[in-house]
């Protein structure tokens, strides 16, 4: 395993990123009629999933801060899934890109549940 010396050395982060930066990119086509409401909605929630892993990372000498971090993050990547969804149904992305997305938050959400369950291997 690499030297970890930032949250941005962390593979969790790394996926978390990607992941919003891939929302951010194919929300760009949504209607205008979704920008105050699923738009904004998946591109917070997928933001805030990887945005709250440095925060973690940051509280990582206080184990119970840093588990409640990890469960934010926990908790966004679980709503983006649900905006996903919802993206899907209302025909804005293809079953094909929703399903992948969903794999790759559900691979995400096995990462943080791991560091949430582990919690002494990542704090000081």
């Given at each position: 395993m690499?030297?970890?010396?930032?949250?941005?050395?962390?593979?969790?982060?790394?996926?978390?990123?990607?992941?919003?930066?891939?929302?951010f990119e194919f929300s760009k086509s949504f209607p205008k009629e979704e920008k105050?409401?699923?738009?904004?909605?998946?591109?917070?929630?997928?933001?805030?999933?990887?945005v709250?892993?440095?925060?973690?990372?940051?509280?990582?000498?206080y184990p119970k801060h840093f588990v409640s971090k990890i469960t934010d993050s926990e908790g966004e990547?679980?709503?983006?899934?649900s905006w996903l969804e919802f993206s899907k149904?209302?025909?804005?992305?293809?079953?094909?890109?929703?399903?992948?997305?969903d794999k790759e938050y559900d691979k995400l959400l096995g990462m943080l549940v791991n560091m949430r369950n582990n919690p002494g291997?990542?704090?000081?």
């Open positions: 690499a030297k970890i010396y930032s949250h941005k050395d962390l593979e969790v982060y790394k996926l978390a990123y990607k992941l919003a930066m891939e929302i105050y409401s699923l738009t904004d909605q998946i591109r917070r929630s997928s933001r805030s999933a990887a709250n892993l440095p925060e973690a990372w940051r509280k990582r000498k990547a679980s709503e983006t899934q149904d209302c025909g804005y992305i293809s079953e094909e890109i929703s399903q992948r997305l291997k990542w704090t000081l």
